[in-house]
């Protein structure tokens, strides 16, 4: 249970981070050149798009560690 948690918390860690980065970077680079409505559909379509696509990416690099730490585990 103590690793399911810990993985968990590395895969929303991950989701965190890559998400803040993409936003930060889409406003400082984007957001100055859209009219209003254009800030709208670009937020929809980013919780359409991006946040599912993180989520994924987050998981696989989760189970990556973890593929990883027991493949170390039983090496050593």
Avoid: D
């Amino acid at each position: 249970m103590k690793t399911f948690l810990v993985y968990t918390g590395l895969t929303l860690l991950n989701f965190a981070v890559c998400f803040f980065i993409f936003n930060y970077s889409f406003n400082q680079q984007a957001t100055p050149f859209l009219v209003e409505e254009q800030r709208v559909e670009s937020g929809l379509l980013m919780l359409q798009t991006t946040l599912p696509a993180y989520f994924v990416w987050s998981v696989i690099v989760s189970l990556v560690f973890y593929w990883i730490a027991k493949r170390l585990k039983n090496k050593y």
